[in-house]
């Protein structure tokens, strides 16, 4: 799915392997997966020009097209082979990408979740077609302490719904969202967040930003003072989602984490982005991708088909607690009051002064707080996570929709302000780099001949077979 979004073009071959899964106490599980070696990988900008990208990504889910490789025997799932084994209780596995730039180690569970990452009321959604999806109502730009770093009070809706996008008003009515709404996948394969046309045209009107037609992204103007004023106050994108029984779940997105680095060869030299995509969506839906997943709690249960979403805390979060989740358990998730949500960010923002007309004087809350300069190279959980990204339903992203892509006379009028029309711009990661913002990070090579790729984790809460849990402990992260 990631490779719609990226206008991404590879070759390469397959190969069925052993994936061994290192735990600090006990035995270490192994599983049996299918791995893809690409050869040649390369995405295209809006101005024609290649690049390459060495971001992998790790399928934690069913295989869509649920095709097993030859000689691969059943090649059953790798959450449903730890749950055979007695490795995790359920089908299900929990994430939170964090966030490099502030320290904030991301969280990956597999049969549990950690309670602390997820904050306030939970909404839940159903699987799409075994996809995290859920309904977007509404966008805004929002101050959570202090005057409006946007100059105006209150908040202020920048959602412009779908238009005359009838191809995506289909999809939503199909998924029973209410008129306007986004149906928008949840991939962490995917670097930014893709929203109808005008939402994010929208938001640049009220932001320093600058739309580079070449590269297909808004570029920050760093000399303006309201870029400050954004990035190091208490400025959030809001996101407004409608869950299963029609309650209302917003999921803040502070503005440090939308503060983001370009490297070169794609810039000249660093460069701040903001990771909004405008996009005509030939499939009928949306993307929210790593960036929105920096402030979001997922938790996705493949025995209940069933995806719920929260606000994860900041970079101050409280103490650890993984939560084991037993087969088919239809409990909503326990959490962390959402009144913690602000704690847990308040030593990274600085409070602003004067009138909310005014673009000068920054209150430092702590005397040690700083401006953030942008979060470089992909965000969230480090090479082990992050550089091989979790897409929960698809091996390897590779995923083919059952339905039709949208018809060729779908009518879709030319995208306003030099918007994005297909074509995704860049990435995070420079060609030559791998990543691994989380601290020292693991390789992983696949030579020639076949290799076993080894990740850490470590169990959870105890080790009876039946109720364990596997969480990436923080130096893989």
Aim: proline share 7%; with cysteine; charged share 15%.
């Amino acid at each position: 799915m990631g490779s719609i979004f990226r206008n991404e073009t590879s070759t390469g071959r397959g190969y069925y392997e052993t994936l061994e899964i290192d735990v600090t106490y006990g035995f270490a599980p192994r599983v049996n997966t299918s791995i893809s070696y690409l050869t040649e990988r390369s995405f295209r900008l809006p101005s024609g020009s290649n690049y390459t990208n060495p971001v992998g990504i790790l399928g934690l889910g069913r295989d869509f097209n649920d095709r097993p490789l030859r000689n691969s025997g059943d090649n059953p799932w790798i959450l449903e082979q730890l749950k055979s084994a007695g490795d995790i209780a359920s089908n299900t596995f929990s994430l939170h990408m964090g966030s490099a730039l502030l320290e904030q180690p991301g969280s990956l569970v597999l049969g549990g979740y950690e309670k602390n990452r997820a904050l306030g009321q939970a909404g839940t959604f159903p699987l799409w077609d075994g996809m995290p999806a859920v309904i977007v109502m509404d966008v805004f730009l929002g101050t959570e302490v202090g005057p409006s770093a946007f100059g105006k009070d209150g908040s202020i809706s920048i959602y412009q719904g779908l238009g005359n996008d009838t191809w995506a008003a289909q999809v939503s009515k199909g998924y029973g969202a209410t008129l306007g709404a986004a149906i928008a996948m949840l991939n962490p394969s995917s670097p930014y967040m893709y929203l109808p046309m005008g939402t994010c045209e929208a938001a640049a009107k009220n932001l320093p930003v600058t739309w580079n037609a070449a590269l297909g992204v808004y570029f920050w103007d760093i000399e303006d003072p309201r870029y400050s004023r954004i990035v190091s106050s208490s400025a959030y994108m809001g996101f407004v989602l409608a869950d299963r029984e029609a309650l209302n779940i917003t999921i803040k997105v502070p503005f440090q984490l939308l503060n983001l680095t370009l490297l070169p060869p794609l810039t000249e030299s660093p460069t701040q982005y903001f990771p909004c995509q405008p996009w005509i969506s030939e499939w009928g839906f949306f993307q929210l991708g790593r960036a929105f997943l920096q402030a979001t709690f997922m938790f996705v249960d493949f025995e209940t088909n069933r995806t719920m979403i929260a606000q994860a805390p900041g970079p101050d979060m409280a103490q650890s607690v993984l939560r084991v989740v037993e087969a088919g358990n239809q409990d909503v998730i326990e959490t962390n009051p959402i009144d913690t949500w602000a704690e847990s960010w308040a030593s990274t923002w600085v409070v602003l002064s004067g009138s909310n007309s005014s673009n000068e004087g920054i209150e430092e809350q702590t005397s040690e707080t700083s401006l953030p300069v942008g979060a470089k190279a992909g965000i969230g959980v480090g090479s082990a996570v992050a550089a091989i990204a979790i897409l929960a339903t698809s091996s390897f992203c590779w995923w083919k929709r059952k339905q039709a892509p949208r018809p060729a006379s779908g009518g879709h009028g030319k995208p306003n302000n030099g918007g994005a029309t297909g074509c995704s711009g860049p990435q995070e990661l420079p060609p030559d780099e791998v990543p691994a913002e989380m601290g020292n990070g693991l390789s992983h090579e696949l030579e020639a001949a076949q290799q076993k790729l080894e990740y850490q984790a470590s169990p959870a809460l105890n080790t009876s077979p039946q109720t364990r849990c596997y969480e990436l402990p923080s130096e893989a992260r």
